[in-house]
């Protein structure tokens, strides 16, 4: 896929209007002339549907695309279920910005509606660090579409799994289960890990071994507590446990940390 390499460095875009939402008119289409410069286009609610090239896509919330200078989209919606749309117009001086295809289906809405939010509560204060804010959301927003495009088959499940991934390394002190955690993501424990090994490459287990690890590296280093503390902070009841467990995964013992 063209250009994905140059988002891994920052995106020189300059933003030419101001992030802005629009709910769309009961009898709206859009048949836009050649676009001059590039267009982020996100759906926030409502159903309808766009045509570019020749291809169309189904319109719902979540669906997001970043039109580039020569594209001439076209679109329709719901008078009863009409779009809320947020976007802006921009440029960059870097090629590769706009994925292939155009749109995406980015699956964390709650992310896309806040980064909309601030997007333009940022610009409409008025300040420089408010429009700069506002064009650090807009690179937000690109990544997301990017990381859509490239990982289409990306169901629901795998939203639910990144959030109990996020559970454990936000508490791994916890007594966690394997049985606990395949319930939050309404699989069985078969079902459960196999997703799990798919999408982290380790095992439910090793995965809060290693953020336990990682937790107590933070502790050893930045705060006051001993091997013991820390060993029983995270769950460890065998601190000679905990200790050749933090040998394996850092090559360090713990001690050597404080």
């Given at each position: ?117 601030t ?30 495009v ?20 936000q ?18 424990r ?50 000679p ?18």
């Amino acid at each position: 896929m063209r250009g994905v390499g140059l988002l891994l460095h920052p995106l020189p875009l300059t933003r030419l209007s101001p992030p802005t939402f629009w709910r769309c008119e009961p009898n709206w289409s859009w048949v836009s002339p050649e676009l001059s410069d590039h267009l982020l286009w996100c759906v926030l609610d409502g159903r309808g549907r766009l045509e570019l090239d020749g291809n169309q896509q189904d319109l719902s919330p979540g669906v997001c695309a970043v039109f580039q200078p020569g594209d001439a989209p076209r679109a329709t919606h719901d008078p009863r279920r009409r779009l809320l749309v947020f976007g802006m117009h921009f440029e960059t001086s870097r090629y590769g910005v706009v994925p292939q295809p155009r749109w995406g289906d980015v699956m964390d809405r709650e992310l896309l509606n806040a980064l909309a939010r601030t997007s333009d509560s940022s610009y409409r204060r008025g300040d420089a660090l408010g429009r700069r804010q506002a064009e650090l959301c807009l690179e937000q927003l690109i990544g997301l579409i990017w990381d859509a495009v490239q990982h289409p088959t990306r169901a629901a499940t795998d939203t639910v799994i990144d959030e109990v991934a996020r559970q454990l390394r936000q508490d791994p002190g916890r007594d966690w289960s394997v049985a606990e955690m395949a319930e939050k993501a309404a699989l069985s424990r078969a079902q459960f890990s196999r997703r799990f090994v798919k999408q982290f490459g380790m095992s439910p287990a090793q995965y809060l071994i290693q953020a336990r690890i990682d937790r107590a590296h933070q502790l050893l280093t930045e705060s006051g507590m001993t091997v013991t503390q820390t060993a029983t902070a995270l769950g460890y009841t065998d601190v000679p446990y905990f200790s050749r467990q933090y040998k394996q995964r850092t090559g360090r013992n713990p001690s050597q940390e404080r």
